[in-house]
């Protein structure tokens, strides 16, 4: 029992994630005895980011596959939950779209194993961070939301003040520019989003 008990603790000590939650005053009896799941644990921690378009076949997968390769880049995946999500139901379970999968893929980001889903309920609770493409999936989110998680939602270019322009344009009906287009962008607000995350210490905080 004391030796399970030591080997608990250098896992927890081992992680940064366990051993800020340690530092918080979570209760090690509870790990030790297995009543807490540590990956449970670990996943609770986590900063939790869903991208919001329509269909979730163009423009939200695009940023969650680019975000993804920025946090690899970085080292930075194992503190975050990153998903993307329609606002409509139009596409569920179907790939993104292969334009988008093609422009993306030209940039090294893989968007093939992604599905499309639509925004449920308890995403607004789960997520830390709901960020909309555009005008109208901003205010879809906003009616759905219950008031206290209101504040999550906000505009994903809104980190990326340099470009000037709030919504990122479907490309779903326009030409391969359209495509490469929303790819800027998206690479221009995953890099301030991330940064802002640094510079407010969210993320320095799970590292």
């Not at 799941?37 to 921690?45: F, S, T």
């Not at 409509?88 to 334009?99: K, L, N, S, T």
């Not at 309920?121 to 555009?134: K, P, V, Y």
Request: with cysteine; charged share 25%.
């Amino acid at each position: 029992m004391v030796a399970s008990r030591q080997h608990n603790l250098l896992v927890v000590l081992s992680c940064p994630v366990l051993a800020r939650v340690l530092i918080k005053g979570y209760p090690l009896k509870k790990i030790n005895s297995g009543v807490v799941n540590l990956q449970a644990v670990i996943d609770m921690e986590k900063i939790k980011v869903l991208f919001v378009c329509m269909g979730n076949i163009c423009r939200s997968p695009t940023a969650e596959g680019v975000f993804e390769k920025l946090l690899k880049e970085q080292n930075l995946e194992p503190y975050f939950t990153i998903d993307s999500a329609g606002t409509h139901a139009y596409h569920v379970g179907e790939p993104p779209d292969w334009r988008s999968q093609q422009a993306a893929l030209d940039r090294d980001v893989e968007l093939a194993h992604l599905r499309a889903r639509k925004v449920i309920m308890g995403d607004f609770e789960d997520f830390d961070f709901l960020l909309a493409m555009d005008d109208d999936n901003f205010v879809t989110l906003m009616n759905a939301c219950p008031e206290a998680y209101k504040s999550k939602i906000s505009y994903f270019l809104d980190y990326a003040p340099q470009l000037d322009v709030r919504e990122v344009p479907d490309p779903y009906f326009g030409g391969k520019y359209g495509f490469e287009r929303v790819l800027d962008m998206i690479e221009a607000a995953s890099v301030g989003f991330l940064s802002m995350l640094q510079k407010t210490g969210r993320v320095n905080e799970k590292v």
